[in-house]
């Protein structure tokens, strides 16, 4: 059976990724890539949207940027505005296509869909699917968003709604956010934080229904895309060994208290890759383990609070945007880590730490 230098699990996000970083900056031309990838179709199944807070390489695959967003809880709204950081989305189908076609031009490239088909007894192996076991204490971002048409003029394309609060919350965090790529089409998406044991915040078509004809006011629309997807607010089991690193939301990239994932796999690659010729050596790359710490805090009162999540939120985002997005998307300092911090209802973050 063939042996490869390098195997990567899972041609994702994070697979795919890392091997166009390693292809770019030419880290493969000596080198052997397997990665492994069971699907026989690569086609637009992910948004991938975050403040541009780092650049990245797939500024061609950013489908929309917004400069200013909203934030909503019932009776108020705060409009923010992030100039300096914008905000941008990334389509799926168009991230696969340019990586494909960049790696299909290296013959040391190679696809199999199972870990099987090749040796892997002396690669080095980039693992970005997780291990996850059914666990009813913990908890995740789950959701579903539907792309829809309007033939008339209806949405705002400048500004975009992060979160909007105003809807049931059946005991736990609900929230709407809304992408409006043009005039005549947007991304809506209903947003649960919870441990998912109720099936009835599954229910996302009617949610999404709901809240485009009687929040919205939007009669008239057609659906032309749907997303559905759960991330885990939570680190899923590491086995750390000598030629094995995890990488994805299974190697820690996602930041718990707000799930953004996209540009931490990006920062990831680029680490692996600076460090590829001593990759089994090299620190461990993870988040500031003082988000980690703070996400801990937050996410113990969101579970024991939910009720008191709209707020919260909202009350975060009093701060300056660029503090708060910094904040957000691991960037901040210790006084801008303070500025948020002040906003948060002092004796119940406290008490979190004692639960
Ligand atoms: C619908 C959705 C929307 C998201 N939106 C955002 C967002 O807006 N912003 C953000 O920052 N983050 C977002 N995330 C979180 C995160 O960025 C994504 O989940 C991202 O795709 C994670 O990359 P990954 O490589 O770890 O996982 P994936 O992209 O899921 O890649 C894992 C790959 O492994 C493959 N695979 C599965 N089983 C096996 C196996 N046994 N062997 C080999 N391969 C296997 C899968 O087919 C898949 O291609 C979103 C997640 C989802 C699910």
């Given at each position: 059976m063939k042996e490869f230098d390098y195997i990567i699990i899972g041609g994702g996000c994070a697979g795919l990724s890392l091997a166009y970083e390693l292809e770019i900056n030419e880290k493969l031309k000596d080198k052997t890539l397997a990665i492994i990838e069971p699907r026989t179709e690569y086609k637009k199944d992910k948004t991938w949207s975050f403040w541009k807070v780092s650049t990245h390489n797939f500024d061609d695959c950013v489908k929309k940027s917004w400069k200013n967003f909203s934030v909503n809880i019932p009776k108020k709204t705060n409009y923010l505005e992030c100039i300096n950081y914008p905000y941008q989305s990334v389509d799926s189908g168009l991230f696969y296509e340019k990586i494909n076609n960049k790696l299909k031009e290296n013959k040391n490239i190679s696809f199999f869909k199972d870990i099987s088909e090749i040796n892997s007894k002396n690669s080095f192996v980039f693992n970005s699917v997780p291990s996850i076991k059914k666990d009813y204490h913990n908890l995740w971002q789950h959701f579903c968003g539907m792309e829809i048409e309007t033939q008339n003029d209806f949405f705002d394309e400048e500004i975009f709604n992060l979160m909007d609060f105003e809807c049931d919350q059946r005991e736990s965090v609900h929230f709407f956010y809304t992408l409006p790529y043009s005039k005549t089409s947007a991304l809506v998406e209903s947003t649960w934080l919870s441990k998912m044991n109720d099936s009835s915040q599954k229910d996302y078509d009617s949610q999404i229904k709901d809240y485009i004809e009687n929040h919205l006011n939007l009669k008239n629309y057609k659906i032309t895309y749907k997303e559905v997807g759960a991330i885990p607010l939570f680190y899923p089991p590491y086995e750390e060994t000598k030629n094995k690193l995890n990488i994805g939301t299974a190697?820690?990239?996602?930041?718990?208290?707000?799930?953004?994932?996209?540009?931490?796999?990006?920062?990831?690659?680029?680490?692996?890759?600076?460090?590829?010729?001593?990759?089994?050596?090299?620190?461990?790359?993870?988040?500031?383990?003082?988000?980690?710490?703070?996400d801990d805090i937050f996410l113990r009162v969101l579970d024991k609070n939910p009720e008191m999540m709209p707020d919260i939120f909202f009350k975060m985002f009093e701060s300056s945007p660029k503090t708060v997005i910094k904040f957000l998307s691991n960037k901040s300092n210790f006084f801008e880590d303070l500025s948020v911090i002040l906003k948060m209802p002092k004796l119940t973050f406290l008490r979190a730490l004692f639960y």
């Open positions: 190697g820690g990239m996602t930041r718990l208290s707000t799930g953004y994932t996209f540009l931490n796999i990006q920062e990831h690659s680029k680490y692996i890759c600076q460090n590829i010729e001593n990759i089994s050596n090299a620190k461990k790359f993870e988040i500031n383990k003082k988000y980690q710490f703070l």
